[in-house]
DNA sequence: TTGTATGCGTTATCAA
DNA sequence: TTGATAACGCATACAA
């Protein structure tokens, strides 16, 4: 079992030692019912021996198929994205195929770069997370013939396929839940909207709601910030310092709503006598905090799992890639509450 | 700025239309200033037109660099990770390299597997999370010249670069600034020495620093469990209502630990007043926390640009890896004190 | 069941 | 500064 030379062996050298062709190693290890088991026998101990791995590159090189997907996300930080990075991973990963994940840091510069990048990989299909961003991106995609789809927002355009929620409904029915409480200030604290469309998205459906409910929306109530536990803490002692501060705080990811949790108990609010609080996303960590925290249940297993089947079908079986809508679930939990008095 | 055909293009029909060789083309995109000024012009010209992006599988194969780094983490859900692996990806794609990222999910099959699938994709460098692993899969690197690091876990094998920190040292100090504050009886709630080599290290740091304290180790007060906040918390209800329940709490893990400050919290056990606890980690929510948890600063970051950095060395100029130490340091907060009474 | 021959798109070497 | 050409390692269509 040791090795015959100390160089990585090519297919050639198993050929020539076995007495057969390139060909015949070739089949023997992709197809190996089409060779005899007597030559496979002897190629397969030469493998063994020589600690010979195909080389992908040649491989893919000749034909053409390179078995990578791309995955962009703007970070794996925040827990909700890793999840769901491990649902595309582990789908990618049955099918055969290997996955280039890349972080965008809610940069549209460093997106487009990636981008071209995984053209240059060619990469058989690519994962976006969010629609907003220049549509030079997707013309490209579509120039290389390779496929696409767009996770975590819904899209306007039809030709641009989105397996996701609807962040805006979700957010509204989020808000709704507080004013059917009977909250009539409310404060709201999520990620920065110029470069991220799910806080955009999600801004929307919390006035939408307000205005639906007859309620003024108030922006020195509003904080947009960086996804940190420590800026949703710093953003709730803000708002919940201002002179009339809200009954009830709807964080747009439950990061944010964690560090707002803590700070309110810390400014000794109590959650949800003082304060009611809701999140999004529905972490692990908010069934386990004091209290349990109300969030929306969004599918990002789901979401992960079903974008990386279609794009594996929209590779094997040429299959389009249809927009799918799923399921953003309102998860009442104690952090809410009907306000004092 | 409209694409000619609707076929990408490659270098040659570009040379073609340009009335150049495929080899200026090549210079003219790889070193610009080894191509005159008006022929660079004209081939730029082409490229944008077709919207040509060169084909990475075939330079790749041609030059036999890949530009690919991969890396082996056992997940990235947990933030820790996370983290890590972003400091990675920043540094790789800093030095123009590519990130492969792979989940073990802390099986050494699955990883056994996913290290022959980079030696395919003929990566250039390999970081190991941990050292526990098969000597096959070491041998197998250093035969195709793939230069590799472990992180996370220092490894007693000089052969076997690392650059770690030094987890039973950092666990043994954890345990030894509660012993200081007057803890006698610790609990320990820690990931699954079986699978995870950093939560064995840990455990034994633990322990070592009990025998140096003459405090007799009490296997009722450990539990070994997933990395999950809710196995934390079951851990810390199920280790506090014991008949002689424990004083402080070490969790091997932020994650845990904030699991255990939850359910202790909702039994009715102050912390620190009536049980100390101190995780491990430093996760930005640590600090944030009610009462902010004492942890154990890890070197994440540093560690992976650390290993980035020298893998890219190794790389590019054949500089052999180096095992270094880095610092990981208790770092103490309100949610530890001495013991009643 | 096996072998032969061709080509994949680029880089690199050498010559002009 | 540019061009011609030989690799690079493998898959595959076709022939035997």
Redesign the pocket.
């Known amino acids: 079992m040791t090795d015959e030379t100390s160089q990585p062996a ?3 050298q198993i050929a020539r030692e076995a ?6 190693v ?2 023997a ?2 197809r190996p ?4 088991a ?3 026998e002897r190629i397969l101990a030469l493998v063994a021996r020589h600690r ?1 791995v ?2 992908a590159l ?2 893919g ?5 390179t078995g990578l997907v791309g995955l962009m996300v703007p970070t794996i930080s925040n827990s909700i994205y890793a999840a769901f990075t491990e649902s595309v991973q582990g789908r990618l990963q049955a099918a055969g195929r290997k996955l280039l994940i890349a972080n965008t840091n809610y940069s549209a510069t460093l997106e487009s770069e990636i981008v071209h990048k995984l053209v240059e990989s060619r990469v058989e299909g690519v994962i976006f997370t969010g629609c907003r961003r220049d549509g030079v991106l997707y013309e490209l995609l579509r120039h290389y013939r390779i496929p696409f789809v767009v996770t975590w927002s819904t899209s306007g355009d039809p030709s641009i396929p989105a397996i996701s929620f609807d962040n805006f409904a979700a957010a509204k029915a989020a808000t709704k839940t507080l004013i059917q409480l009977g909250h009539r200030r409310i404060g709201l604290i999520c990620g920065l909207s110029a470069v991220n469309d799910r806080a955009q998205q999600r801004i929307a459906g919390f006035r939408a709601e307000l205005e639906a409910a007859a309620l003024a929306f108030d922006p020195t109530l509003v904080a947009e910030r960086p996804f940190e536990v420590a800026e949703g803490a710093a953003a709730a002692e803000a708002i919940m310092g201002t002179a009339r501060p809200p009954t009830a705080l709807f964080c747009a990811n439950d990061i944010q709503a964690l560090g707002a949790l803590f700070a309110c108990q810390r400014l000794g609010r109590a959650v949800p006598r003082d304060v009611s609080i809701i999140g999004f996303d529905d972490l692990p960590m908010t069934r386990i905090a004091n209290p349990p925290l109300a969030t929306v249940h969004v599918p990002a297993q789901e979401m992960g799992e079903a974008a990386a089947d279609a794009l594996v079908r929209a590779v094997d079986m040429g299959e389009p890639i249809q927009s799918r809508a799923l399921d953003a679930k309102v998860i009442t939990r104690d952090s809410i509450a009907a306000p004092r008095g």
Request: aromatic fraction near 6%; charge should be positive; avoid cysteine.
């Open positions: 090519t297919l050639r007495g057969v062709s390139v060909a015949t070739s089949r290890l992709r019912e089409s060779v005899s007597q030559t496979r010979y195909p080389d040649a491989a090189f000749a034909s053409r198929r």
